[in-house]
């Protein structure tokens, strides 16, 4: 059982190193409460992690790829344009559930079908302890984002806000492009 926590928490936190939803939570981070993010991201990551492990491969049996990659990638897009196109409302923007339940949208986009939650699967049904592998990708996402979450609020958040507005948008846009391309040129 050990073993299982042990060998999910290493495979998630290395694979989740520098991916797409550690950008988004560094991203989200610098606009939004720290601590509203984390709780958003670490929400999603449960649900996702909790449905690849006591569910298992439903999802990807019932949609195809394909269409789970225009879905999410067109939806990233369509966040980044809506974030260059809005208008500033930094004092609502902190004090709203919007940083909470925005994270939990995107992350849910940004990790649906990656390849921790595709580890996360296999390590499941191979080490046959599927709690065990939950705790241990939970525990390796919370690393994860925690180290992401405190750069985004620490660092990117001292940033000039229109660099930081067009720096997020850009960011969720070439996401959502290289979630198309990527899954795309596979078909």
Known sequence: M????????????????GD????????????YP?????GGTMTAMALLIGFTVFVGGFLAVALPH????IISGSLFILFGLFNFFSRDQKKEAK????????TILLILLAELGDKTQL????????????FFVFVGAMLAMLCN????????????????PKYIKIGTSSL?????????????ELY
Do not use: W
């Not at 797409?20 to 606009?31: G, N, Y």
């Not at 720290?34 to 984390?38: A, H, M, R």
């Open 20 to 31: 797409k939803t550690q950008l988004v939570s560094m991203a989200m981070a610098s606009r």
């Open 145 to 160: 984002h925690l180290i992401a979450v405190y750069l985004g609020s620490r660092v990117v958040a001292k940033l000039n």
């Open 66 to 69: 394909t269409m789970i990659a």
């Open 34 to 38: 720290p601590l509203k993010v984390l």
């Open 95 to 102: 004090s709203d559930q919007g940083g909470y339940l925005q």
């Open 2 to 17: 050990l073993v299982a926590v042990i060998t999910a928490f290493t495979t998630v936190f290395i694979a989740e190193f």
């Open 172 to 184: 969720f846009i070439m996401i959502g492009l290289l979630i198309l391309i990527a899954k795309l």
């Open 119 to 130: 580890a996360v699967l296999f390590l499941a049904a191979t080490l046959g302890y599927p």
